[in-house]
């Protein structure tokens, strides 16, 4: 069961990513779903909260919110604020737990449009409940699980995967956060939000399938260090790659952000380690990285 500190940390989680997504699901389409399952009442009340607050871009368009839980006190707690919400906006409450998700989203009619599922999972992640998240391909998911979901993730075809194991104050751990997607765009978005609420409650990240299990301090200036040797094994692996494909890498294969991909290079480029095909300038997305031996 989630403490009181791991409930705040996935509710913040929560509205940051909505708050990138949500946007962009409706100016790429006129129906959006956001699903929420195995949530407390606070996370869902601040997830239509949320919704409320971005009532200009609603309007003319079409968002549904499912809350699937357990927890009696939904209707009431929720109540006040659908009241607030835009005509564009239905909220369905739903009984039981995160792994009716697919019933959910079926009865929705969320086929066709951007999907985004929040889920809290008490278990193990089933391909049934990622075929739902899915949604075609329009879906993406943000989880908490307890252990690595990458491989059932990257099996349900979300090809771009981030997982941390984020460790809180006093060492408490908080399980897994994975989240898939199709879209290097909200892949970034999410690693940004990881890292601002990190900095926020001050937890650590660590690679959920690091041997090592070494955690690394959210903090504006990162130890690099670890990055810059796991890009310097991913040029040995793989050869030559362009900057884009080595900031994806950091953001599928590490903790760290996209940005720290580009500080981290420039340092190795400094230390003579990786030479760019570029004499100088900003270090482009295109622009290829080489080992310099």
Not at 38 to 65: F, Y
Not at 221 to 247: F, K, M, N
Request: glycine share 8%; hydrophobic share 45%.
């Amino acid at each position: 069961m989630a403490t009181d500190r791991t409930t705040d940390f996935l509710r913040e989680l929560l509205v940051r990513q909505l708050t990138t997504w949500l946007p962009a699901a409706l100016r790429r389409s006129r129906r959006a779903t956001i699903a929420l399952a195995g949530t407390d009442a606070g996370s869902a009340e601040a997830a239509l909260r949320l919704v409320a607050a971005h009532r200009d871009q609603v309007r003319g368009r079409q968002v549904t919110v499912l809350v699937l839980a357990d927890s009696a006190a939904l209707p009431a707690r929720l109540g006040p604020i659908e009241a607030e919400l835009p005509a564009e906006v239905t909220v369905h409450l739903l009984s039981g737990d995160p792994y009716r998700l697919p019933v959910a989203v079926k009865a929705a009619g969320a086929a066709g449009a951007p999907l985004f599922s929040f889920v809290d999972l008490p278990g193990a992640v089933t391909p049934k409940l990622l075929a739902a998240a899915t949604n075609g391909r329009t879906g993406e998911v943000l989880l908490r699980t307890g252990d690595s979901a990458r491989d059932v993730l990257t099996a349900a075809g979300f090809n771009l995967v981030a997982e941390v194991a984020p460790v809180l104050p006093d060492g408490e751990a908080a399980g897994v956060i994975a989240f898939g997607s199709r879209s290097d765009r909200s892949l970034e978005a999410v690693r940004d939000a990881l890292w601002a609420v990190g900095a926020d409650v001050d937890v650590r990240y660590r690679d959920p399938q690091d041997p090592t299990g070494v955690a690394v301090d959210v903090v504006d200036d990162p130890d690099l260090e670890p990055l810059a040797r796991e890009l310097l094994a991913e040029l040995h692996r793989g050869g030559s790659r362009p900057v884009a494909d080595l900031r994806r890498h950091t953001l599928t294969a590490t903790v760290y952000r996209a940005a720290d991909a580009n500080r981290a290079l420039t340092g190795l480029l400094d230390s003579g380690d990786v030479r760019r095909d570029r004499e100088g300038g900003r270090l482009a997305g295109d622009e290829i990285i080489a080992l310099a031996r």
